[in-house]
T-cell receptor, first 112, second 111 residues
Framework: SQKIEQNSEALNIQEGKTATLTCNYT??????LQWYRQDPGRGPVFLLL?????KEKRKERLKVTFDTTLKQSLFHITASQPADSATYLC???????????FGTGTLLAVQP | DGGITQSPKYLFRKEGQNVTLSCEQN?????MYWYRQDPGQGLRLIYY???????QKGDIAEGYSVSREKKESFPLTVTSAQKNPTAFYLC??????????FGSGTQLSVL
C-alpha cells in the first residue's frame, strides 16, 4: 500500500546545531515534494518545493534533498534557533493529478 | 493585506446539528481546498474546487458538503451524518498545487 512516513517522535536538538528531518515514502512516484512548517493551532506555511529531477534545494538556512532511489527526502535546518521549534510536514504530489499526500509531521524542539 | 481567513476559530456542534465553517480568500486564487487534521494523522482532503461553481470530493467527503458560488469563498458544512466531526479543519487556496496557502484553522468539537 502507499505510505508516507515522518518520524513521529519529537526531535530535540541544541541551539546552533543542524536539525535533520526525514520523509520516507513507498509506492509513490511523486512529481515533487513539499515541506511545510506548522505552529500549534495554526495552519501550515509553505517552505520549499523540490522536484523529482532535483537533488537538492536551498533557501537561507534550509536545505532539502530528494532521493528518488531511496524514496526519501531530508530537510535540514542549519544553525537552528529556538524560533525554529515547530512541526514540519512533508507532502508529495502524486501522479498525474498532482494530488498532495501529507505526512504526519515531525515536532522539532530547539533548546536554548 | 492578502490572505486566507477562516472563522470561527473554535466551534462546538450539538448532536444532530449541521455547522458551517467559513473560508474566505483575497489572493485571487482559483483553487480552494478543505483538509481535516487529526492528532497523529496527516492532513486528509475533504473537498476541493478548482473553479467557481465546481468542486470535487476528496478522500473523506462523506458527512460534509461545500459550495463555491464566489471565487473568494468556499464554506464547508459538517452535517449530522459526520459521526466523528471533532478535528482541526484547514482551508487552503492556491494558484497551482505546488504551493498551498493555508488559513489559521477551525477547531470543531462536539458538545
Amino acid at each position: 500500500s502507499q505510505k508516507i512516513e515522518q518520524n513521529s517522535e519529537a526531535l530535540n536538538i541544541q541551539e546552533g546545531k543542524t536539525a535533520t528531518l526525514t520523509c520516507n515514502y513507498t509506492n509513490y512516484s511523486p512529481a515533487y515534494l513539499q515541506w511545510y512548517r506548522q505552529d500549534p493551532g495554526r495552519g501550515p506555511v509553505f517552505l520549499l518545493l523540490i522536484r523529482e529531477n532535483e537533488k537538492e534545494k536551498r533557501k537561507e538556512r534550509l536545505k532539502v534533498t530528494f532521493d528518488t532511489t531511496l524514496k526519501q527526502s531530508l530537510f535540514h535546518i542549519t544553525a537552528s534557533q529556538p524560533a525554529d521549534s515547530a512541526t514540519y510536514l512533508c507532502a508529495l504530489a502524486h501522479g498525474a493529478t498532482n494530488k498532495l499526500i501529507f505526512g504526519t509531521g515531525t515536532l522539532l524542539a530547539v533548546q536554548p | 493585506d492578502g490572505g486566507i481567513t477562516q472563522s470561527p476559530k473554535y466551534l462546538f456542534r450539538k448532536e444532530g446539528q449541521n455547522v458551517t465553517l467559513s473560508c474566505e480568500q483575497n489572493l485571487n486564487h482559483d483553487a480552494m481546498y478543505w483538509y481535516r487534521q487529526d492528532p497523529g494523522q496527516g492532513l486528509r482532503l475533504i473537498y476541493y474546487s478548482q473553479i467557481v461553481n465546481d468542486f470535487q470530493k476528496g478522500d473523506i467527503a462523506e458527512g460534509y458538503s461545500v459550495s463555491r458560488e464566489k471565487k473568494e469563498s468556499f464554506p464547508l458544512t459538517v452535517t449530522s451524518a459526520q459521526k466523528n466531526p471533532t478535528a482541526f479543519y484547514l482551508c487552503a487556496s492556491s494558484i497551482s498545487p505546488e504551493k498551498l496557502f493555508f488559513g489559521s484553522g477551525t477547531q470543531l468539537s462536539v458538545l
